[in-house]
């Protein structure tokens, strides 16, 4: 009976043992596990910190390229406002300078053809008449040149052989200029040819010939040299073919 039961102390220390020594392996086992979970959660935490710090430094430099963006388009549009304020003030000086240059050339003109005389008489010189004329050329020799146009249509009114027409006649086959009437006329027929709305190349062909554009409601003014009394008045946009010539016309009859 005594070895019965210590026979089954043994066996049972034996598996008390065992028991102990499986709780200890499984509860290493836990701490194990435990701790891969706990290094896992760390590792979890570290890769969301540094999504987290990617995606700031990501907005961090898109942030500073729209930023540089809006300084580039701003500094782009002061540059070409520059630009554009630099040209007009460019042109409008080549504009004053051409001005000033077809006044003195314009004055040059009238000291060849008008020589300016204090005294009441006008003493003849080698075969030159001279005329005062308080009227300037608009274009080079105008006044000569409209002249002469007097002087030839006068010649079939006048009689055959008399001192009259012998005059007139000298005059006329001693004195001839390059017609610039007819260049301007030439130069405005092309432009007007289609004519349907002022574009752009044709303001600044008018521009450059000497004309200043008006624009009033449906129609625009051309004022000639600055001076009023040449105004030629057309409509602004038209759909008649012939208007381009009719506009010629006018500015014909009254300028050249």
Avoid: C
């Avoid at 290493?28 to 987290?52: C, G, N, P, Y």
């Avoid at 000497?210 to 003014?221: D, L, R, T």
Wanted: charged share 35%; no cysteine; hydrophobic share 35%.
């Amino acid at each position: 009976m005594t070895d019965l039961l210590l026979f089954a102390s043994i066996g049972l220390m034996t598996a008390l043992v065992f028991v102990v020594k499986q709780f200890r392996q499984e509860q290493s086992q836990h701490v194990i596990v435990q701790q891969r979970l706990k290094e896992s959660r760390d590792a979890e935490q570290a890769s969301e910190t540094m999504i987290q710090q990617l995606e700031q430094e990501n907005y961090r430099l898109n942030q500073d390229r729209e930023l540089l963006k809006q300084q580039s388009e701003k500094l782009y549009k002061d540059i070409e406002k520059e630009i554009e304020q630099e040209t007009k003030e460019l042109k409008e000086r080549i504009r004053q300078l051409e001005e000033l240059n077809y006044q003195l050339s314009q004055e040059n003109q009238e000291l060849k053809i008008v020589k300016p005389v204090e005294t009441k008489s006008i003493p003849e010189q080698d075969g030159l008449i001279i005329l005062r004329a308080s009227e300037r050329d608009f274009y080079p020799n105008e006044r000569s040149e409209i002249l002469l146009d007097v002087l030839k249509d006068s010649l079939r009114n006048v009689r055959e052989n008399s001192r009259r027409q012998h005059i007139i006649a000298d005059i006329v086959s001693n004195n001839s200029f390059e017609s610039k009437r007819e260049k301007i006329k030439a130069e405005l027929q092309e432009l007007f040819r289609d004519y349907r709305d002022m574009s752009r190349s044709t303001r600044k062909a008018l521009e450059r010939m000497g004309f200043e554009i008006v624009s009033e409601n449906n129609h625009y003014k051309l004022i000639f040299q600055k001076d009023n009394r040449y105004m030629v008045a057309f409509a602004k946009t038209t759909s008649d073919w012939r208007a381009g010539r009719n506009i010629v016309g006018h500015i014909s009859n009254l300028l050249l």
